[in-house]
């Protein structure tokens, strides 16, 4: 069974930056999406980057517009780790971060929660002003 370890996160203050990442084990799908939500308590999960990546190890990446040219996602295939680095970090950023990882819907990946079967334990991340 597919399984993802968190890592990173913490505390900052605004401006600051973070990486948080996702080591993969089990999953072995040549074509696949792995994406970050983050969730705040009384709102639903809401997707911030995903990658797809193809048979031949091609990528695509999209980003939710609110960390668009702040937030980067990337993959270390040799490591089988997904990271997200979060720079420029924002008060309104500080949310629980979450990986998973699923099928791909073509070439372009699904962003909403319920699509994802395999999920990363969660990692607090607190951007203080």
């Known amino acids: 069974r597919p399984q993802l370890m968190q890592s990173g996160g913490g505390s900052v203050q605004d401006g600051g930056s973070l990486r948080l990442s996702c080591q993969a084990s089990?999953?072995?799908?040549?074509?696949?999406?792995m994406v970050w939500f983050r969730q705040v308590p009384g709102k639903e999960r809401e997707w911030v980057a995903a990658m797809f990546t193809g048979e031949r190890g091609e990528q695509s990446t999209w980003y939710v517009n609110s960390v668009k040219g702040r937030f980067a996602i990337s993959l270390d295939n040799a490591k089988n780790t997904l990271y997200l680095q979060m720079n420029s970090l924002k008060p309104e950023d500080t949310a629980m971060y979450f990986c998973?990882?699923?099928?791909?819907?073509?070439?372009?990946?699904?962003?909403?929660?319920?699509?994802?079967?395999?999920w990363g334990q969660g990692t607090q991340v607190t951007v203080s002003s």
């Open positions: 998973a990882a699923g099928p791909p819907v073509g070439v372009a990946c699904f962003t909403e929660p319920n699509e994802y079967n395999y």
């Open positions: 089990g999953y072995s799908d040549s074509r696949y999406c």
